[in-house]
């Protein structure tokens, strides 16, 4: 091959190379999108409050710590139905037998005893009432508590709600960033939701009824969607 016509080859060469990386390297890396996020909150005050509350109870022997707790327990048991919880609201959640030593004893532990515990979960679907039961589980005897959960019972339609509003935010600002662009909305390609983050500390609110303070606060349920919207010129 002669100079003359290596050098035409070496041109068209180039040429092709230059126009490859010019060209585009699919059909879809022509679309354009615009993605936003979405959110929108709730607040509202729970309605339900589960509590779990027991008796723990000594005896020198298994047999005598259980009557004991036995006794006691049955008395918790009453005062709880009294205040107008319903059976299927009351769950026994925890019942332990345990030997208890003399942790100060060099070579072989001593019993001392056997300690019971019996605890039971309660559901109150009126929050008002709280206080009033605690109240009334303690004078009876209870003398174990592990906790007690706030509960919004109709959390799923406040969640739609959420939702809702949620995407009407998502569609206000892809119209802001489309107008500053000056381009157009088009249909939405597609829509995902976030996964939900846990409540804010709640705004308290106190309620109290005899000795027993309690506070239900507020909670704040929360909804995100990221959405993608075509946009047109």
């Known amino acids: 091959m002669n100079m003359l016509l290596k050098g035409r080859f070496r041109h068209l060469v180039y040429g092709a190379v230059i126009a490859a990386t010019l060209s585009p390297l699919s059909a879809g890396a022509t679309d354009k999108f615009v993605t936003v996020t979405g959110e929108a909150t709730v607040a509202v005050a729970p309605d339900m409050a589960v ?7 000594q005896g020198k022997t298994a047999h ?48 001392l005893g056997f300690q019971v515990t019996n605890q039971v979960t309660i559901k109150i679907r009126e929050t008002d009432k709280l206080p009033v039961i605690l109240d009334r589980a303690i004078a009876a005897g209870a003398n174990e508590m592990s906790g007690i959960e706030f509960v919004v019972s109709e959390q799923s ?21 489309a107008k500053a662009a000056g381009v157009k909305l088009g249909r939405v390609v597609s829509i995902s939701e976030e996964g ?33 919207y075509d946009i047109t010129y």
């Open 51 to 57: 509590i779990r509350v027991g008796v723990t109870s």
């Open 64 to 111: 005598e710590a259980s009557d004991a707790n036995s006794r006691q327990m049955t008395k918790v048991l009453a005062a709880i139905k009294d205040a107008g919880i319903a059976d299927r609201d009351v769950q026994t959640s925890r019942l332990s037998l345990q030997p208890q030593y003399d942790p100060n004893k060099n070579g072989t532990a001593r019993l």
């Open 157 to 177: 339609k406040l969640l739609d709600q959420a939702r809702d509003d949620a995407v009407a935010d998502a569609h206000r600002k892809a119209e802001l960033y």
């Open 196 to 228: 939900s983050s846990p409540p804010p500390r709640p705004v308290m609110q106190a309620m109290r009824a005899g000795a027993v303070p309690v506070a239900p606060g507020e909670q704040t349920l929360r909804a995100a969607v990221t959405v993608s």
